[in-house]
């Protein structure tokens, strides 16, 4: 596989922030969000026995499981399936759930699925949502300054169609590259509202890992 790292950190997003993770870093994505804050173009190639020796390496402290990001995991699905029976730990897959049929390759053999809403990607999210709502899943929403109101209800529409338990996430974004600034506490708010009209458990969680300083 083509990976920029794999390194113990603390996961800072989503439903099992605060969990120590390890986490093994793909290279490579389908897209290109103006607030991706990864350095993904840069990497090497690694043999599945240095990811798996590595992993184990780091493992001989305790880790709740393996997250499995990005860039775009889902590109090296062949390669992703190779490494998958001999991984030490349960996988979280992070995925831009963009990619339908790459990812009923995994369907079984991950233990949970961490999907990102990309706008402009509705009905191959709506798919990718569909394939694993009954799994161990939760959704993040980012939310950006210049997000629209329509943009939320249109979301929140098409996520109670699939399911209104799967648990969201609506994460206001961190500035970087393009973005400067953060949402207001009104956007926040409003979003928050509006998405809990259809669905059952919205959340607000920011990247803590970004302000408590680690990877």
Known sequence: MHLSEIFS???GEGIYLGYKQIFIRTTGCNISCDYCDENI???RYFKPEEIISTVKEL???WHHSISLTGGEPLLQVNDFLKILPDLPLPVMLETN???PSHLKEVIGKVSI???DYKPGYESEFAECLNLVKDEDL???YVLLP????FEIREFGKLMKGISKDIPLILQPVTPCRKIKHFPTEEQIINAYNILKKDLNDVRVIPQTHKIIGVK
């Open 9 to 11: 950190s603390i996961q």
């Open 41 to 43: 173009d840069n990497g």
């Open 59 to 61: 493992n001989k402290t």
């Open 97 to 99: 759930a963009t990619l």
């Open 113 to 115: 699925y961490s999907m």
């Open 138 to 140: 939760y959704v993040k």
């Open 146 to 149: 210049d997000t629209k109101i």
